[in-house]
Every structure is written in structure tokens, then in C-alpha cells.
């Protein structure tokens, strides 16, 4: 079960240190910002969000534990997205890979996650790997991509079906990751340039087209 930590009147439920069979579900596009790392002076970096279930650690309410990471969006080799997918994969890179990954088919796949607790006692993923038994699932939580460039579209005059789903899936994301695609060049280019008049959305299909049918699969499928 999940652990439950009070301090200052706040209460969060933490998932515990350790090996946990996550699922990923979600990933968010949160676009590029001008960040700072240590005594580095800022630079522009686009970030991505990862988040897993465990179906393994139920929250109060008996919905799964959901836990995220930040990644900069680089498959440098010396980038952090770069090495977790290595060992989630159990395999490295090859150079067509390298020319385009989807990260589209990260979402129905396990991962074997090693968490630990901050100094402030939250979870972390500290380490990736693959799990022994890989079987792409179906989640509990409805799977969601945020793509930012067909959101930005919404606004930029170049609405269509995938745009509308894309202002559809922003809404279940939560209020700090809004913020921070808000607070992304893309987006402020994209209502920069905003027509005088928005045009209407399309019909969309909703969030259950972003994401194809989970099939059982034997390796990795990205």
C-alpha cells in the first residue's frame, strides 16, 4: 500500500521505496522553457512528463498510485530520457531509432521502476529497467498524449479533429502542468499569432483515439 505522510497540515500518500511494475499512461508535451540547472546560466529546454501506474500500490480510493518523471525531450546519449529508455528497453538505440523515436508507444508499456524518498520525503524514480515479464496492459487511468503542437494549432488558426482533442486532454491534466505549457514559447508564439476570430472546432473522438488498442506483445515495442 501506499504510505501516508503529514506534516505542516498536508497530507500526501507516497509510494513506497523500492522495485514496483509500473504502467505507463501519460505523456505530456509541456514545450520548451528557458530553465537553469545548478550555477549554469539558463538555457532553453523542452521538457517532457512520464507517468506510470502501479497497479501493484492503490491509493485510498482504490485507484492506482500514479507517479511521474521530468525529462528534457533529447535522445542525446547523455540525456537522462536517453538512458532510461536504454534500460527500459534492454536494449540500445540504433541509428534509424535515432532519426524519430514515438514515444506514442511508451504508453500501455511496463517498466520496471526503482523509487526512492527525498529529503522530503517524496517518491522519486530513481532507475528504470524492464520488467521480466513484459505484457503491453490496458490502464486503469485513461491513457493520454499531449502532443503541444496540435494544441498550439487550437489558436493559431489551424484548428482541426487532433486539435480539439488536444484542448480535450488538456483539461485532465493538472493545474501546475498547465501552467507550465502556458508559460511555453510555443504557446505564446501560437496565441501571438492568433487569428482576430478563433475558428470552430471540429468533432473529435475524444481521448480514446489517441492511443491504439493494447495487443499482447513479446518485446518491447519501442
Partial sequence: MAL???????????????EHVGVCYKIIDAGTREETWKDNPPKKRKSIFVTWEVPSQPLA???????????????????TLYKDLV???????????????????????????????????????KAIFKPDNFKITETVNPPIIFDLDFYCNHFNGKSDAESQKMVEAFETIPE?????????F?????????????????????????????????????
Fill in 176 to 184: 501546475w502542468q498547465q501552467g507550465l505549457i502556458h508559460e511555453s
Fill in 4 to 18: 501516508k505522510i503529514s506534516a505542516e497540515n498536508t497530507d500526501f500518500e507516497v509510494l513506497e521505496a523500492g
Fill in 87 to 125: 534500460t527500459w528497453r534492454g536494449r540500445p538505440f540504433s541509428n534509424e531509432d535515432l532519426k524519430g523515436f514515438d514515444v506514442s508507444k511508451m504508453v500501455g508499456a511496463p517498466a520496471m521502476l526503482h523509487v526512492e524518498h527525498t529529503d522530503e520525503g517524496r517518491a522519486r524514480i
Fill in 61 to 79: 480510493d482504490g485507484r492506482p498510485f500514479s507517479i511521474s518523471k521530468k525529462y528534457t525531450a533529447s535522445l542525446n546519449e547523455n540525456a
Fill in 186 to 222: 510555443e504557446y505564446m508564439a501560437a496565441i501571438k499569432n492568433a487569428p482576430a476570430v478563433q475558428p470552430q472546432p471540429t468533432a473529435s473522438a475524444g481521448l480514446n483515439g489517441l492511443v491504439e488498442e493494447s495487443t499482447d506483445e513479446v518485446e518491447i515495442p519501442f
